[in-house]
């Protein structure tokens, strides 16, 4: 089942939601763009996850997002999910569209998390304010009450 979320999550709900999403998530990714640059934010944020980095490469479409007609602009970066991650993430930001918001230069860009199997459990295209969440279950579904 898919939900999709038009209104930003911030606070507390934002903070539950990451919680219930690394439930289910081994990995994340988030992506940043050469065209809008990279702030000393989004820098130090590679830095603190270097030693769970999984994989990274240039691109230019991911989950929420395609580049056409434009040279290879961007960079996806993949990481475990972790006690250790998940804090981070929870540290850095305060709501869910802080990926990628209207400035694009703070944190990076559309953060997204995946299953063992490497579905996406939670995408986000920030700067669009949406995001698409995916749940297996009704059950799955009723849990996100406080969404």
């Known amino acids: 089942m898919e939900k999709n979320i038009k209104k930003n999550i911030k ?6 939601l990451l919680i ?8 994340f990714s988030f992506v940043t763009r050469k065209d809008v640059g990279i702030s000393e934010r989004s820098i130090r944020l590679i830095e603190s996850l270097t030693e769970f980095l999984v994989d990274s490469y240039p691109t230019n479409e991911w989950l929420s997002n395609e580049i056409v007609d434009s040279p290879i ?3 996806i970066y993949f990481y475990e999910l972790n006690k250790t991650t998940k ?5 850095v930001s305060n709501s869910l569209f802080d990926w990628g918001d209207d400035a694009l230069t703070d944190l990076p ?4 998390f995946y299953d063992g199997k490497k579905r996406p459990v939670l995408h986000v ?5 949406y995001a698409i969440l995916e749940v297996s279950s009704l059950k799955e579904y009723l849990k996100l009450t406080f969404l």
């Open 11 to 16: 606070g507390n709900k934002y903070k539950r």
């Open 109 to 112: 860009e559309d953060v997204a």
């Open 73 to 75: 602009i961007g960079h």
């Open 20 to 27: 219930w999403v690394s439930e289910s998530s081994t990995v």
């Open 125 to 129: 295209n920030g700067h669009e304010n």
């Open 87 to 91: 804090n981070i993430l929870l540290e």
